[in-house]
C-alpha cells in the first residue's frame, strides 16, 4: 500500500470511529472528536458542536483535523477555524472516502 492510500484509510478509520462516538454521545453542547487526520500515531481530540460535525459528515469527501495536521499531497483545506481545518480529498482519494462512507 503506498503512502497515499495509507493515509486516506487512516483517515476513513477516524471518520468510522467518530460516527460511532456520536452515536454514543448524542450532545448538542458539543463533543470532542478524534482528529480525522492520516498520521498513524495521532489521538488528538477535536471539538466540535453537534451541526459542525453534522456539516461536514454532508460531504463524504471532507474531513475535520487539528490545525496542521493537513496533508496537501492528499487534500485540500477547504476552511480554517480556531480548532480545526476543514479538508477535501483531492479528485484521486475521493473514491475511497465515497465507497467507505458511513452515512453512503
Known amino acids: 500500500m ?3 492510500d495509507r493515509i486516506a484509510r487512516n483517515e476513513v478509520l477516524f471518520r468510522e470511529v467518530n460516527e460511532r462516538v456520536k452515536e ?3 450532545s448538542e ?4 472528536f478524534i482528529c ?4 498513524d500515531e495521532c489521538i488528538e481530540r ?3 458542536s453537534s451541526d459542525e460535525y453534522e456539516r461536514v459528515r454532508s460531504d463524504p469527501v471532507e474531513f475535520f483535523v ?3 495536521h493537513e496533508t ?3 487534500e485540500e483545506v477547504v476552511e480554517t477555524h480556531d480548532r480545526f481545518l476543514l479538508v477535501r480529498k483531492h479528485v484521486e482519494e475521493r473514491d475511497l472516502a465515497r465507497q467507505t462512507d ?3
Open 24 to 26: 454514543l454521545v448524542p
Open 102 to 104: 458511513p452515512r453512503g
Open 29 to 32: 453542547a458539543g463533543i470532542e
Open 66 to 68: 487539528k490545525p496542521g
Open 36 to 39: 480525522e487526520c492520516g498520521y
Open 72 to 74: 496537501p499531497d492528499v
Open 46 to 48: 477535536v471539538p466540535l
Open 2 to 4: 503506498d503512502r497515499k
